[in-house]
């Protein structure tokens, strides 16, 4: 037993295992018998293993966690997995049978550059290879792993994503590295010398949007889009009448529902560019619904809020981001027709009228910004409520 040792904590609702060593044929038994005797009678919601300094475990380790999650009603977490436990795992497929969570590796600030930056996260490359997305000071592991598991969502989905390698900490934050050899943000290569890379970006931008909204996630994975914007209009209530509530929740209802993947912050500063594909990586605002949410969103960076938006996102002055808008909405469209276009882009229009008005409860804004936000909504929602009812019953993409 030299090779192998076991320590646990209780507590109300879980116990913790914390195995120590390898788990093999000459260890099994201690392993399993340790379980047992110390689960006890007592009912349990969460039986975790803290995998931190677990070094090995075999197929008979593995049935031993099978043989515990069949007899037990609680739900059985693997944390802190590492090294050869963590192939261990993916290779006989227990990753998705258990709840698992890797290791955190904390790293230091040696060779990293900051590439972009808002209010949820930062992106830094690491190396030629890496890049880092650093979650913002505060922000716990759940959220970490949620993105984990929407990257994972899109990309069995067909979106092109990326799905991390490595979960880390720098500087005390939580962060994911991914592996993207010599990529850079679409806003990195528009040349504004001239239109001609802003024009083949933009279009190829709203193709691939067109092509992300045609991916459908599993069911029940992702959150709900609608659902979302109800619960943010739901905090808006210290800025807004009930009757003014009631009104903004009918226009999130009356948007037809539907089973789109939803990136939730698509412009050329948030988009990569992996060789000629684009790449998406920040999951993290991810949802399933409507692609008219995520159009309206881009539609008030571009166009509606380009003045506090596009310049500090995309890196565009409000001239240039209007002309990238024209030309990406042609593309999604797929049409040339001024008529078909002009009225989808009142539907986007009246989305983006929505959109922000609850912008205070989605962004750390200045009280200057939220007063705007919520007086343009008075002036430019109620008073047109019924023609925008209209518009966004027709919201199909």
């Known amino acids: 037993m030299e090779n192998f040792t076991m320590k646990f904590k209780n507590s109300k609702d879980s116990i913790t295992f914390m195995p120590c060593g390898r788990i093999d044929s000459n260890t099994v038994m201690n392993f399993s018998n340790a379980i047992s005797s110390n689960l006890g009678e007592g009912i349990k919601s969460a039986i975790i293993f803290d995998c931190k300094d677990l070094d090995y475990i075999s ?6 966690l099978l043989s515990l999650k069949k007899k037990e009603k609680a739900v059985v977490k693997l944390i802190n997995v590492h090294g050869e436990v963590n192939d261990i795992l993916e290779v006989t497929g227990f990753s998705q049978i258990f709840d698992v969570s890797r290791g ?21 490359r690491m190396d030629s290879d890496k890049i880092l997305k650093l979650y913002k000071n505060g922000t716990d592991f759940e959220a970490v792993e949620n993105e984990l598991k929407y990257s994972k969502a899109a990309l069995f989905s067909g979106v092109p994503t990326l799905i ?25 290569v528009i040349d504004f010398k001239g239109l001609l890379s802003l024009a083949r970006y933009a279009e190829e931008m709203g193709k691939a949007l067109k092509m992300i909204h045609s991916c459908e996630p599993e069911e029940g994975i992702l959150p709900r889009t609608s659902k979302i914007f109800t619960m943010r209009a739901l905090k808006m209530n210290k800025y807004f009448h009930e009757k003014e509530l009631e009104k903004l ?59 506090l938006f596009a310049k500090r996102l995309t890196g565009l002055d409000t001239i240039h981001a209007k002309k990238f808008w024209d030309i990406f909405i042609r593309a999604y469209l797929g049409s040339d027709d ?36 919520v007086a343009n909504a008075r002036r430019d929602i109620f008073p047109i409520y019924d023609n925008l009812l209209q518009l966004l019953a027709e919201a199909r993409f």
């Open 164 to 188: 991390s390698y490595d979960n880390v900490i720098f500087k005390g934050q939580y962060g994911i590295v991914y592996e993207m050899p010599n990529s850079k943000t679409v806003a990195d």
């Open 104 to 124: 955190v590796r904390e790293i230091s600030g040696e060779n990293i550059t900051l590439l972009a930056k808002d209010e949820d996260m930062s992106l830094y």
């Open 59 to 64: 197929s008979a380790g593995l049935r031993v």
């Open 338 to 373: 001024e008529a078909f276009i002009k009225h989808q882009e009142k539907i986007i229009f009246a989305a983006a009228l929505l959109y922000s008005s609850l912008i205070p409860s989605f962004n750390t804004l200045g009280q200057e910004n939220i007063e705007r936000f």
């Open 249 to 307: 929740r009918t226009l999130i209802s009356i948007i037809p529902d539907d089973n789109k993947f939803i990136y939730g912050d698509y412009h050329a500063g948030n988009v990569f560019l992996q060789g000629d594909e684009i790449i998406l990586i920040d999951m993290s605002r991810a949802s399933c619904g409507n692609p008219i949410f995520d159009l309206a969103r881009t539609y008030m960076i571009y166009v509606s809020e380009a003045n």
